[in-house]
């Protein structure tokens, strides 16, 4: 890209510590004696100038393994969990570690990861702040975006898979229409940091997108937001089935949320599907072993993972990041009306 820095190397450490690039080398590794002045140099130069080593280079040409780190927005999440064994299965034929971690929206979220020596990063994370994405960028790794919002504002060398949920969403407002819903709800994720959702969240933007394609009403009845735990989330159903404006449709943003919903209908005596349709996301196993059993959108997490590890390699080669779209499979079970 026009205007791009280019990532630091070794040599403009050498210079800017003034010593030879062995004596990096040796510092870096932590193999040789090197002097404590020239030691402080080389970490400082290093410092300033954000100089990452690329181990994923030297693993490519086998020596030795390399970490890749996936950042999330909930590790406890099982479609995570999933994703995250395909991309193990993957990567450790290859000579890559692979760790998950929490997105974090502090001060020392970056440098942390910098210090871990991580060779580089997936991100699968609707929270994450778009400048700590860049600050990874920036930094010389590797970067895969999952492509869970829009992350317009970023730039420089960045992979993105689109996995499908803007479309898969789209397709589980369509089924419930299809099926006589006519009061549909998205469900919104539960947070405790106000982080909820907005059009550039590509969930809800193809739930918004579908419903005002549909002639469906959009409105403050559409949307069920801003809940801190699921128990309020549970809670706020109740209130919306006894008392409510009317709710025969709720599409929501992963299986957890659906689960929520349906234990809370069947809680109030509404008969589901036949006066409450529900859709989850993620094609959980929890979903599928509920009874009724959960309505959801299945991802390819396989091929997620497969495209993931080869677009790293192809950065790591210097070569630029081609996009990577996927499609996702809906699976109407007895949360929904049969079409």
């Not at 559409?222 to 309020?232: F, N, R, V, W």
């Amino acid at each position: 890209m026009p205007g791009r820095k280019a990532a630091p190397t070794r040599k403009d450490v050498a210079c800017m510590a003034d010593v030879s690039e062995t004596i990096v080398s040796y510092v870096l590794n932590n193999n040789r004696y090197v002097s404590a002045e020239k030691r402080r140099r080389v970490l400082e130069a290093v410092e300033a100038l954000r100089y990452r080593p690329n181990s994923i280079a030297r693993a490519l040409k086998g020596k030795g393994n390399s970490h890749i780190l996936f950042i999330v927005d909930n590790v406890a999440n099982e479609y995570f969990g999933r994703l995250i064994q395909e991309i193990d299965a993957v990567a450790y034929d290859s000579g890559y570690l692979v760790s998950l971690m929490g997105a974090k929206n502090d001060e020392e979220f970056v440098s942390r990861i910098l210090a871990r020596q991580v060779d580089a990063v997936i991100i699968s994370s609707a929270t994450i702040a778009e400048r700590f994405v860049q600050e990874l960028i920036d930094a010389g790794l590797p970067v895969v975006l999952l492509m869970t919002r829009d992350y317009a504002a970023i730039r420089g060398r960045a992979a993105r898979i689109y996995t499908g949920i803007e479309s898969g969403i789209m397709a589980a407002v369509r089924l419930l229409h299809e099926t006589g819903c006519r009061h549909i709800v998205h469900v919104d994720r539960v947070s405790r940091s106000g982080h909820f959702s907005t059009r550039q969240d590509l969930r809800f933007r193809g739930f918004c997108n579908q419903m005002e394609a549909l002639g469906l009403p959009l409105d403050e009845h559409a949307i069920l937001s801003h809940c801190e735990s699921y128990e309020a989330l549970f809670d706020a159903i109740c209130a919306r089935l006894r008392n409510g404006p009317p709710a025969d449709g709720f599409v929501c943003r992963n299986d957890r949320l659906a689960l929520t919903v349906l234990s809370a209908a069947l809680a109030c005596g509404r008969d589901v599907p036949g006066e409450v349709s529900i859709v989850g996301f993620d094609n959980t196993d929890a979903g599928m072993l509920m009874r009724p059993a959960l309505s959801t959108v299945s991802h390819d997490q396989a091929g997620i993972a497969r495209a993931a590890l080869e677009l790293i390699e192809r950065m790591v080669r210097g070569e630029a990041p081609p996009e990577r779209h996927f499609v996702t499979r809906l699976l109407p079970r007895d949360t929904t009306r049969r079409p």
